[in-house]
């Protein structure tokens, strides 16, 4: 079956880095783009960033742009998420995704906390 494993969050100070791994099995992941998502308390999840199969597209959100770039390796079945310049905005727990003929597979999370 689906799954999608995310892993590398955890607390970090304003204008620090993370990186978020999301690995995933179950699937073709080559042949499917894949996507980042974050969930604030009290927020609706919002799309973060996408990227094509091939990853040769990427896309982000307005808030996250120059700041956050998305990548993946095929081979290892794994997007990735380079977080840079953090704010405490960007404190959510942070999902991947892929769609699947027409249907939505989600990661459970990784918290991502940003605060001195």
């Known amino acids: 079956q689906v799954q999608l494993v995310e892993s590398g969050g955890g607390l970090v100070h304003p204008g620090g880095s993370l990186r978020l791994s999301c690995a995933a099995s179950?699937?073709?992941?080559?042949?499917?783009?894949m996507s980042w998502h974050r969930q604030a308390p009290g927020k609706e999840r919002e799309l973060v960033a996408r990227i094509t199969n091939t990853g040769g597209t990427t896309n982000y959100a307005d808030s996250v742009k120059d700041r956050f770039t998305i990548s993946r390796d095929n081979a290892k079945n794994t997007v990735y998420l380079q977080m840079n310049s953090l704010k405490p905005e960007d404190t959510a727990v942070y999902h991947c995704k892929c769609n699947i003929w027409g249907r939505d597979y989600w990661g459970q999370g990784t918290q991502v906390t940003v605060s001195s």
């Open positions: 179950g699937f073709t992941f080559s042949y499917y783009a």
